[in-house]
């Protein structure tokens, strides 16, 4: 199975991404979270290849978008963001109660969504905090910006992907080519920074796993 993730710069068009989204041939393809220049799920749904699967957000603001894993016959809604900080206990059973509705099959494999700030839900060591349960296959961390504390995020990151993948991603809201916390793909701790392409305003990172 072919897994990419694609950060275009903020100043990058819809067209751009479109124009990329329409040559992807990966099966799962993971946007950042909700930002100006998002294409919409429908227009996201004209232009992909059949046997891909792409995630976007569409909404006016963070709190109010509403997630989408998107295929050619139809664009499946996820529940939407929980928390941004650390989450109460209250906070981590609505995570729970709504991490079924944010995984899917791909292939043999199965992905499932952490919104941007959810990834907080886990510690720095992987463990999910307040003693509750959140298994995956595929962790995917669609961001809205570009995220701080990598001295944590990344050992966190690292940790989750033991045995698993896990995907980061967000919105290059620095506009510059320099940046290194905008994709990232761990596969079982080992980061695939080698992968790494870029063309333009968009940066990505596509592997087999």
Not at 115 to 142: M, Q, S, T, W, Y
Request: net charge positive.
């Amino acid at each position: 199975m072919k897994i990419c993730a694609v950060s275009p710069w903020t100043t990058a068009s819809a067209n751009e991404i479109l124009a990329f989204l329409k040559e992807a041939i990966a099966e799962l393809v993971v946007l950042p979270g909700i930002c100006g220049n998002t294409p919409s799920p429908q227009e996201v749904q004209r232009v992909i290849r059949r046997g891909v699967a792409v995630f976007v957000q569409q909404g006016r603001s963070k709190g109010k978008a509403t997630s989408y894993l998107v295929t050619r016959a139809r664009a499946v809604p996820m529940p939407h963001q929980i928390f941004a900080r650390s989450p109460t206990a209250k906070c981590m059973d609505d995570l729970v109660a709504a991490w079924p509705n944010r995984t899917f099959p791909i292939g043999s494999r199965t992905v499932t969504f952490a919104i941007c700030g959810e990834i907080n839900g886990f510690n720095p060591d992987g463990r999910v905090k307040h003693r509750r349960a959140l298994p995956f296959d595929i962790l995917a961390n669609p961001a809205h910006t570009v995220m701080g504390r990598w001295q944590h995020l990344g050992r966190k990151l690292s940790a989750l992907s033991k045995g698993k993948v896990v995907i980061h991603v967000a919105n290059n809201n620095r506009n510059h080519k320099h940046l290194r916390t905008d994709v990232r793909i761990y596969l079982n701790q080992t980061l695939q920074e080698a992968k790494l392409q870029r063309a333009g305003k968009l940066k990505w990172c596509e592997c087999e796993i």
